[in-house]
């Protein structure tokens, strides 16, 4: 117990040193850290829960087989995914087949499905999936895991520039979806609101 | 109007969003812009809500993952890695890097080589080179003047074949173009 608990507060960097060093416990609980979190990030470039599950697995797989050329220097988050969307590139291209409908109510639905989809749809990431799969990719990478824009252009093979824009339509296109009508919210003051911002 | 204001709009969003990404402070034109400009203000005011629904949401949908597939997948992982690290050993050296630029760089080159050594050896030098035979003519003749006489005369032939192309072709000219000078032309 007390193992597990020191565990949990070793980095993920520190944890692949582990690994590399012949821990098989370590990658396990880097299993038990990323595997849902990976799942949620390639469910859309998917047509089933299926084949996204077998390229986590095999994403793990050739995680551990590398895991010698992993830098303590970078961020594990960014070499894992790297990996996983590297692979499901190539996935595509040998299988030369398109990827998975993005929106899950253009594609038949059991009728299961449907009702998880409906309790689903006050979630966020719910809505962010219906944006298309770059601009959720972008807001998982973004928000999900709070990477900064460098990492992520260099995930998602893209220049940081592109990575701005693809977040900034995701932002506006999220806005246009939100249930809340944004336009008939009335704010209390100009100078208030404008103090609300401070933070930008 | 209207559309000048969308597009200013359209720019200051831009604005808002990348001083979100920057972790910049937003200009003052923009703040006197969001002051004014509701639509603007609201997405500023979406794009500061995000980030907590985002984190929010994701842990509700993190806590209903199944694990099963972390089992799965602990199953297929190998016992050693297939760099084979001891427990607690050294970590093998990093591969070289391989430089594939190399390769089409050596090809080119070996076949600049190739086209070079075909010219030297496999194509026939000028026919018109001199042979022995012929420079043993040459050296038999009587004075210095008939040598040069000789070695000049493959000039003249070029000269004379030249003169009758020149010859040929002006007399082309002539016949298909017909012009006429003087009292005759028409």
Redesign the interface.
């Known amino acids: 117990m007390d193992n597990t608990r020191a565990v949990n507060h070793i980095s993920d960097e520190e944890l692949a040193s582990k690994v ?5 416990s370590s ?2 609980e880097l ?2 850290r990323y ?3 990976l ?2 990030f390639l469910r859309y470039r998917f047509k089933t829960d299926q084949d996204t ?1 077998d390229l ?2 095999e994403t ?2 050739k995680a ?6 992993f830098s303590s220097e970078h961020k594990f988050s960014t070499w894992l995914y790297t990996i996983a969307i590297r692979l499901t590139i190539s996935r595509f291209r040998s299988e030369k087949k398109r990827s998975g409908p993005l929106d899950p109510s253009s594609s038949p639905l059991d009728p299961q499905d449907i009702v998880i989809q409906k309790q ?1 749809s006050q ?3 719910q809505m ?1 999936s219906k944006l298309g799969k770059r601009q959720y990719e972008a ?1 998982w990478l ?3 895991e709070d990477m900064p ?1 460098k990492d992520m252009a260099k995930i998602l093979n893209k220049k940081p520039i592109t990575v ?1 824009v693809l ?2 339509r995701a ?2 296109n ?2 246009k979806r ?1 249930d809340q009508p ?2 008939t ?1 009335k ?1 209390a003051g ?2 208030s ?2 103090h ?5 | 109007m209207m559309r000048r204001s969308k597009m200013f709009c359209t720019l200051h ?2 604005k ?6 920057s972790g910049k ?2 200009s003052s034109h923009v ?1 006197k812009h ?3 400009c ?2 603007c ?8 809500s ?2 907590p ?3 929010q ?2 842990q ?3 806590q209903d ?1 199944d ?1 099963s ?2 089992k ?3 199953a ?8 084979g ?5 050294r ?2 050296a ?2 070289s890097v391989r430089r594939p630029v190399l390769i089409p760089s050596l090809a080119a080159a070996l076949t600049v080589l190739a086209i070079s050594i075909s010219i030297l050896f496999i194509f026939p030098r000028s026919k018109k080179a001199p042979s022995l035979g012929q420079l043993s003519i040459l050296f038999s003749a009587a004075s210095p003047e008939d040598v040069l006489l000789k070695v000049e005369s493959p000039l003249e032939k070029e000269y004379t074949e030249l003169k009758r192309a020149f010859e040929s072709t002006s007399k082309y000219l002539i016949s298909s173009l017909d012009f006429r000078i003087g009292p005759q032309a028409k």
């Open positions: 590399a060093a012949g821990s098989r990658f396990e299993i038990t595997s849902s979190r799942y949620y599950e986590i697995q793990f797989l551990f087989h590398n895991i010698d050329r689903e979630n966020i990431w962010a807001l973004h928000y999900g824009i701005r977040l900034h932002r506006q999220l806005g939100m944004l336009a919210r704010l100009t100078t609101a404008a609300k911002f401070s933070f930008l | 969003k831009w808002i969003s990348q001083a979100l990404d402070p937003i703040r969001l002051s004014k509701d639509s203000r609201e997405y500023a005011e979406l794009c500061t995000l980030k629904k985002f984190t949401d994701k509700a949908i993190l993952f694990d597939l972390n799965r997948i602990m297929s992982i190998p016992d050693k890695p297939e760099w690290a001891e427990p607690g050993g970590i093998r990093k591969r």
